[in-house]
């Protein structure tokens, strides 16, 4: 499939933002991760000085045959049911986005229900939910490009209404399955070490769906240096469609926040696809779901935040917000040791 071009890292802004940070009126390196970002934000968006007015979170929300199994503590209908509080403004994504005066857009990827148009509600219904992925794939290899195609079209409309920095979620019963799966494949870890309890399963349950997961791969067998068949064999049209969100927004210099476990997972997908755009993502937070460390490990990315979330929805990177503010607001309003007509280290 055509992907988006995906440009260069900007060397050149990024260095201009490390030398204004060593001349700002602090000892260097004394706001520790808030100067690192903002170096990585000015090379991402070309400009020495990167600012973010315009935020949106964009949740892909779809459902999961491999629900028929057992493997979430909640039934498929709460996916349904959770969209519907998602635009009604009643959901922890929209009171954290309100709170970052950030827009919220739901993306009905694949839902197992029809929706009448609302406001902030995007139709991208690929299927009913995916198929089983314990019997075979959970897609065909066409639904896995289509997912992964309405992810880049929904970035490309955003940004065309104004958009400067993304923050990515999801909404999907049982999603914590697939995104296991996913990174066994990646990361070549025990399906056990790498699945946590996702809605909240008791033992017996999770060792439930750590069977579940080495079925569904041992089946399927998932290609890893080929990512859209991972993404067929086991993954979810939400996961294929934040891929998607990934590579559009990297097209356009938009920094991606990534949440947890789902949105890294949908990471480790963009990264096969196109490694260019590893740089443009920033991971707001460790989730407590044990695979999310994997997913970070691997990308190599540090989080900004450590709140013991698994809530998904794009909670954690909607939380990052402010800090991404601070960081760019540091460097382009903080004076430097000459303005202020303060000494500088001898």
């Known amino acids: 499939m055509q992907l988006p071009d995906i440009p260069d890292f900007d060397s050149k802004s990024a260095e201009q933002a490390r030398q204004r940070q060593n001349i700002l009126t602090k000892p260097s390196g004394s706001l520790g991760q808030l100067e690192t970002l903002s170096i990585q934000l000015a090379g991402i968006c070309g400009v020495s000085h990167p600012s973010f007015p ?6 892909m929300a779809g459902d999961h045959g491999v629900t028929e199994e057992g493997i979430s503590a909640y039934p498929a209908a709460v996916t349904r049911q959770m969209v519907i509080n998602f635009l009604r403004g009643g959901a922890a994504i929209n009171v954290l986005a309100r709170q970052a005066r950030a827009r919220v857009i739901v993306v009905d990827m694949g839902v197992a229900a ?9 139709q991208h219904k690929i299927a009913n939910g995916t198929r089983n992925m314990r019997r075979g794939p959970a897609m065909d290899r066409l639904q896995a490009e289509e997912s992964i195609r309405a992810g880049i079209e929904v970035a490309e409309a ?22 296991s799966a996913i990174t066994a494949v990646y990361t070549g870890l025990p399906v056990r070490q790498i699945t946590g309890r996702g809605t909240g399963l008791d033992d017996s349950g999770f060792l439930h769906k750590v069977e579940v997961i080495e079925q569904s791969i041992a089946i399927n067998h998932p290609d890893p240096s080929d990512a859209l068949d991972v993404l067929t064999k086991v993954g979810g049209f939400e996961i294929g469609g934040l891929t998607g969100l990934i590579l559009g927004a990297a097209a356009h210099r938009i920094p991606v926040l ?55 929805e794009g909670t954690g990177a909607a939380l990052a917000f402010p800090l991404v503010d601070a960081a760019v607001n540091t460097l382009n309003e903080m004076a430097t040791f000459s303005e202020a007509g303060v000494s500088g280290k001898e």
Not at 54 to 59: D, E, H, N, P, S
Request: aromatic share 4%.
């Open 158 to 179: 955003e940004i065309a209404k104004g958009l400067d920095l993304l923050a990515i979620g999801e909404m999907g019963i049982g999603n914590t399955t697939p995104s």
């Open 258 to 312: 990534l949440d947890g476990f789902i949105s890294g997972a949908a990471a480790l997908l963009a990264v096969e696809l196109e490694p260019r755009l590893k740089p443009f993502l920033i991971a707001s937070h460790l989730s407590v779901e044990v695979g999310h460390r994997a997913i970070l490990e691997r990308l190599n990315l540090r989080p900004l935040l450590e709140l013991d979330l698994r809530l998904g």
């Open 114 to 122: 029809d929706f009448e148009q609302a406001v902030g509600l995007v």
């Open 54 to 59: 315009r935020k949106a979170v964009i949740v």
